[in-house]
């Protein structure tokens, strides 16, 4: 088995485009374009190089996938054509923005934050607010750099910092047990995310009351990480009575939100706290043909506001292509009539051109009708993964035979950010808001909906208050408690340097008087040995160097006295005064 990262060295470059790349799929025909894993440019050696070499070196789209899935490397290679007539998009190169003419035309309102309101469907004629007169603020005029600075490799230090964390994606598949939710998930991610021991078939995990089971796997693919959660929840429409079968699947959503409502409050808080939030759940509708069911409509009724459903037609290989046809539009007036919040796929991903256009029509496609398959099977020297009837098969990557290939580009290739954009900015925020306002999941205040005396809820507002309080305070005392004994530690750290420094000082000084007792010793050996040596004792020998230090001064005094007497006779002699 041959890894990707083996087969040829990915400049940084590449690996960015590689990330930023989205998926080139056409819209109507059986090719779809993948990430480039064979030998892309070599590293350039200024970002110069490589923007203007970029466009002149994009590699072949082809694909190799490597998928370690649980700590087991496998190597899927995908048998998807590669439509060549198509150019690969490119992700934007990452220099700085054109400068805008000093007369440019005022830019584009920014449109407003996507509400959950307005993911079902865009108002056909938004109403205009008046334009309130605003002072004029005149925009920064951009400048031509004389030379390369470098802030253009800024989207390559967010790539880096990107990859080196990591991903974190969790998905949740709801639908009666026997759809193909397990099935379609290993094809997703073209990996075992269902081990089959661990995953028995539909009918031995039917349960009487509906579960949610959390699994999750750590996918790697040219070197980036993803922690892929799988939200399952066996038992949803299992039971003769299914009501209130959404409630569990609510309760888990709200306690993820409720977990990052607590990671983000806390004292000390991480700077960002792990994602366990459902980005988006594909809701499985039986290929029935005749539209929702009611349980359909109340499950995303219910959920709509809550998480980003895309809802997708099981089994899909069960019905002709007009029957199909008929189902979608089908459920796309039930969903109208119905208004039920489904994730609106954005129009724009950023791309341009030919993506844009990809991206629109996959758009269209919504609900997607997908097969799912796991057995690859070989015809005409390729290997297709898909279902063998009689009459033919059913590929699952071939976007004549169903939606499967859109909906993988969709959600994992070009709107697995968005998915998690809308989770955070759209429902978490509902949420947080509703959290906040102390309104109950249902929109009403928590106080009327509950039929309690006034007194009793006040007591039990009090307790609850007191009980996060008290939580706090336990919080605020862990810290404490760290930071004291980091301090006592610290403390006895230096302490003990110091009793170190202490010894070898002692150590230093007693070592210092011993040199000095010994050359002392030396000494009086010295002075013994020349005393006996001489016959002298030392003090015979000051005494005399004394005496004749006297005898000399007097001998001095003696010869200056005759000196001047001899000189004043001279000076009488001859009448000079001195
Ligand atoms: P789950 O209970 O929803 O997870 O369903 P499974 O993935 O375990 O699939 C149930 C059965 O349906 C299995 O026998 C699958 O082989 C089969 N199956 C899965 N996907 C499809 C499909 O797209 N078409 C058809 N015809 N059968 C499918």
């Known amino acids: 088995m041959e890894s990707t990262e083996n087969t040829a060295p990915i400049s940084l470059q590449s690996k960015r485009e590689l990330f930023f790349k989205s998926d080139t799929v056409s819209g109507g025909g059986v090719s779809a374009s993948v990430p480039p894993s064979a030998a892309p440019p070599a590293p350039p050696s200024t970002l110069k190089d490589a923007l203007s070499k970029r466009s002149a070196t994009l590699p072949e789209p082809q694909e190799t996938n490597h998928v370690e899935a649980n700590g087991i490397a496998t190597k899927h290679s995908n048998s998807v054509s590669v439509d060549v007539s198509k150019p690969p998009s490119t992700a934007p190169p990452p220099t700085p923005a054109p400068p805008v003419p000093i007369s440019a035309p005022p830019a584009p309102v920014p449109t407003p934050l996507r509400s959950t309101e307005n993911i079902m469907k865009k108002p056909e004629h938004p109403p205009v607010a008046p334009k309130p007169d605003l002072p004029k603020i005149e925009k920064p005029k951009t400048k031509e750099l004389d030379g390369y600075v470098g802030f253009a490799n800024l989207p390559n230090q967010v790539y ?9 994606f969790t998905l949740m598949v709801v639908g009666e047990s026997g759809l193909g939710k397990s099935t379609l998930i290993n094809s997703l991610f073209l990996t075992e995310v269902y081990d089959k021991d661990k995953h028995p078939g539909p009918s031995l995990r039917v349960k009487k009351t509906v579960g949610v089971e959390t699994s999750v796997v750590l996918l790697k693919e040219n070197g980036v990480n993803l922690t892929l959660t799988i939200v399952d929840t066996p038992g949803f429409g299992d039971a003769v009575d299914n009501s209130n079968c959404w409630q569990p699947i609510i309760d888990f959503v709200e306690s993820k939100y409720e977990e990052f409502l607590n990671a983000e409050s806390r004292v000390a808080r991480k700077a960002a706290p792990p994602d366990t939030r459902v980005h988006c759940c594909l809701y499985f509708i039986a290929p029935s043909g005749h539209g929702l069911k009611p349980l359909d409509v109340e499950f995303m009724q219910r959920l709509g506001d809550k998480v980003n459903i895309i809802p997708v037609i099981a089994k899909a290989d069960t019905m002709t292509p007009e029957e199909c046809k008929d189902f979608k539009e089908q459920i796309m007036k039930e969903i109208g009539q119905h208004k039920i919040k489904i994730y609106d796929f954005p129009e724009s991903t950023g791309e341009e051109g030919d993506g844009a ?21 070989e015809q005409d020297g390729r290997r297709i993964r898909g279902r063998k009837y009689p009459w033919g098969i059913a590929e699952v990557e071939n976007l004549e035979h169903c939606d499967f290939l859109a909906l993988r580009n969709m959600v994992i290739r070009t709107h697995l950010q968005d998915l998690k954009d809308v989770t955070s900015s759209v429902h978490y925020e509902n949420y947080r808001c509703r959290k906040l306002a102390g309104l109950s999941h249902d929109g009403k205040p928590h106080r009327t909906n509950s039929n309690k005396n006034p007194l009793a809820q006040m007591e039990e507002e009090k307790r609850e208050h007191d009980l996060k309080m008290e939580k706090m305070e336990s919080e605020m005392e862990q810290i404490f408690q760290t930071k004291v004994r980091d301090k006592r530690a610290k403390l006895k750290e230096s302490e003990a340097e110091l009793a170190r420094r202490h010894e070898a000082t002692r150590r230093a000084l007693e070592a210092q008087a011993r040199e000095l007792d010994e050359r002392q010793r030396a000494l009086n050996a010295e002075r013994a040995a020349w005393e006996r040596d001489t016959g002298l004792s030392l003090d015979d020998l000051r005494r005399r160097s004394l005496e004749a230090n006297s005898k000399e001064t007097v001998d001095g005094k003696e010869k200056k006295d005759k000196k001047k007497k001899d000189w004043s006779f001279k000076s009488v002699a001859t009448g000079i005064s001195i």
């Not at 880096?160 to 974190?168: H, L, N, P, Q, T």
């Not at 256009?357 to 099977?377: E, H, M, Q, W, Y």
Request: glycine fraction near 6%.
């Open 160 to 168: 880096r910092k990107a990859v080196k964390k990591g991903f974190e």
């Open 357 to 377: 256009d990809v991206t629109k029509s996959l758009r269209a496609r919504v609900p997607f009708a997908v097969v799912g398959a796991n057995t690859v099977i």
